[in-house]
């Protein structure tokens, strides 16, 4: 329990960001009154912390949006008296010894409460079922699922037992990749189980996406696999300092973090919280991850995977937002540059735009910043990420967005974009070091997300940036919501860095039309700082006029089958049936 604060659970919402975009979803907030024993909630203006009170009433009616007032109240009666009115509950809860009545109601019995249906939250997926089902209506999953335990190869179908036929069978199949094969020992994993006490301390309407099972899920099924512990090495975890942090963040920032140490449960944004263990689990990750970058620029290792939490991508340099608190691929980046190398790539394949990365490398030559992501017009989350977003003061083009138009966005899409963007720009670029920003809710499953990238889609686009930078890579956990998904797109990333060949080559990638008009978008503007892409864009531009005839076609059958029948065209009618179909243009005088 907090020093800070007596007599109430410390609860504090520090903003930093814009927090009306939320990535998780939430109810609306309630005002705060200034009513007897409330618990004190700090809100920054700028730098300077400005304490409020909020009510706290188990959970049910704080200023952070927990829950909405109690469901007996009238939705017209005003804000004011709703602090004031009791409800029925809160009546038999008190004995009534709250209102002084002059009617004697001693005699009077409350109506029982209606029982609420059982209900439970899947495992894999976070959404709520009813008790009586064993299979969840979103996702499959079993409710006794065994996927903490065995990772992805546990079956979803069946409850948890135990059975070791299932961690044997793996096995098996990994003492025989390793009697054909060399043992490979260069590629590094970063984990520290403190990670996982980073939480969201009161339930909302369900879990949180956010949350420690998602390391436990990718961890079991790595153990699992006999990938790691097994032929993967381990890193010791240290935490980041302060020194190293004000490279990236502004010392404000910082120390909005470090005051959550203190707090039993505290939110920068209404879907950014933090525990009294989320400012050291912030600080063990971005360790992490400055640590695998220098051991795989000093050559000790080939490449690493950091499986770190809180993620990093959304994290600026003054604020925090979308559940990330520090920036572990920004840390990264300015710690290989540390090391030696001179410029460092961050391809950032996370559904969600990485608009603090954005933020913190605008304007710097030596870090080139490509995002893949959902976009849709800048109604998205964050909204940020439009193609004409290049960079700015003379680092133009340095920032390379690859806006996604729509959702269901999958492997050939992304192939499709890295053949014909990633790949020229970053070759161009010439990095001495690549980092991937791998969030992977974009796969298909995902709750969030809502896309199609399948292990296989991630697993070569992993290949095709290994062949960068003498294949110097450190791969960095972002997001992922869907356990299965996450899990098995992890192993299949690090499967590829360990030399493994990918699970299935997407040779010719056929791309969706939206798929490839944004693919044209974008190079029409990078074209202008990367020659190289100019061949490229008159090449697509000449099949995209293709894919034009073809629709303009396919539009015109379509009219003549529903605007007019097809005899009028010899008859009497054969002008109106022209006229109709788009064949006649009238003339207007001018």
Not at 88 to 93: A, G, H, P
Not at 180 to 193: L, W
Not at 415 to 427: D, G, K, Q
Not at 546 to 553: A, K, P
Request: charged content about 25%; overall charge negative.
């Amino acid at each position: 329990m907090s020093k800070m604060v007596s007599q109430a659970t410390p609860e504090s919402r520090l903003t930093g960001g814009e927090d009306d975009n939320s990535l998780h979803n939430q109810v609306d907030e309630l005002l705060c009154q200034e009513l007897p024993e409330r618990q004190v909630i700090l809100e920054f203006e700028g730098t300077r912390p400005k304490p409020y009170f909020s009510d706290h009433n188990g959970g049910e009616n704080s200023a952070l949006g927990v829950r909405a007032a109690e469901d007996d109240l009238n939705s017209d009666v005003e804000a004011e008296e709703k602090q004031k009115e009791m409800t029925l509950e809160d009546m038999y809860k008190n004995d009534g010894t709250l209102y002084d009545d002059d009617e004697d109601d001693s005699d009077w019995e409350p109506v029982k409460r209606q029982v609420e249906l059982m209900r439970w939250f899947c495992t894999n997926c976070t959404m709520v079922n009813v008790e009586d089902v064993f299979l969840c209506d979103i996702c499959g999953e079993h409710r006794d699922s065994g996927i903490l335990r065995h990772g992805f190869y546990a079956s979803p179908f069946m409850q948890d037992v135990g059975a070791p036929s299932v961690e044997a069978e793996v096995q098996e199949s990994h003492e025989d990749h390793a009697r054909s094969s060399p043992p490979s020992s260069s590629t590094v994993v970063g984990f520290d189980e403190k990670m996982l006490l980073h939480s969201e301390v009161e339930m909302k309407s369900h879990p949180h996406p956010e949350r420690a099972d998602r390391l436990q899920a990718i961890a079991a099924s790595l153990a699992t696999a006999g990938i790691f512990p097994g032929r993967c090495r381990s890193l010791p975890a240290r935490e980041i300092t302060k020194e190293e942090l004000q490279m990236v963040h502004s010392s404000e920032h910082i120390d909005a973090v470090e005051m959550t140490s203190h707090m039993f449960s505290s939110y920068f944004t209404p879907d950014t919280y933090a525990n009294e263990h989320s400012a050291r689990a912030a600080r063990i990750a971005a360790g992490l991850c400055a640590d695998l970058a220098s051991t795989i620029i000093s050559g000790r290792s080939k490449n690493g995977f950091a499986l770190v939490r809180p993620p990093g991508h959304h994290a600026g340099i003054k604020h925090a937002m979308g559940f990330c608190l520090h920036n572990n691929a920004a840390v990264a980046a300015l710690a290989a540059q540390g090391a030696g190398a001179k410029k460092v790539l961050i391809v950032d394949w996370d559904v969600h735009h990485g608009n603090g990365t954005q933020e913190i490398f605008d304007g710097n030559k030596s870090v080139l910043y490509i995002s893949l992501h959902r976009h849709e017009g800048g109604n998205f989350y964050p909204g940020t990420g439009a193609a004409h977003e290049v960079g700015t003061m003379g680092a133009e083009g340095y920032c390379v967005n690859i806006p996604w138009s729509r959702r269901g966005v999958g492997d050939n899409d992304y192939v499709f974009a890295f053949h014909h963007i990633v790949l020229p720009i970053a070759s161009a670029f010439a990095p001495d070091f690549t980092i991937i920003s791998a969030g992977f809710d974009a796969a298909r499953g995902d709750p969030l997300g809502c896309c199609d990238v399948t292990p296989a889609g991630y697993a070569q686009m992993t290949h095709m940036l290994s062949a960068l930078s003498g294949g110097k890579l450190l791969v960095i956990l972002e997001g992922g919501y869907n356990l299965r998904s996450i899990s098995s797109s992890a192993v299949a990333v690090i499967k590829v860095l360990l030399g493994d060949s990918p699970i299935s080559e997407i040779a010719d990638a056929v791309p969706s039309k939206a798929g490839l008009r944004t693919v044209l978008e974008v190079l029409k503007i990078q074209r202008s700082y990367w020659p190289s892409l100019e061949s490229i864009f008159w090449e697509l531009q000449s099949q995209w006029g293709m894919f034009l005839v073809d629709n303009r076609r396919k539009q015109i059958r379509k009219r003549r089958r529903v605007l007019a029948p097809i005899w009028w065209k010899w008859g009497r009618k054969s002008m109106l049936y022209h006229l109709l179909n788009g064949h006649l243009h009238v003339k207007t005088k001018r």
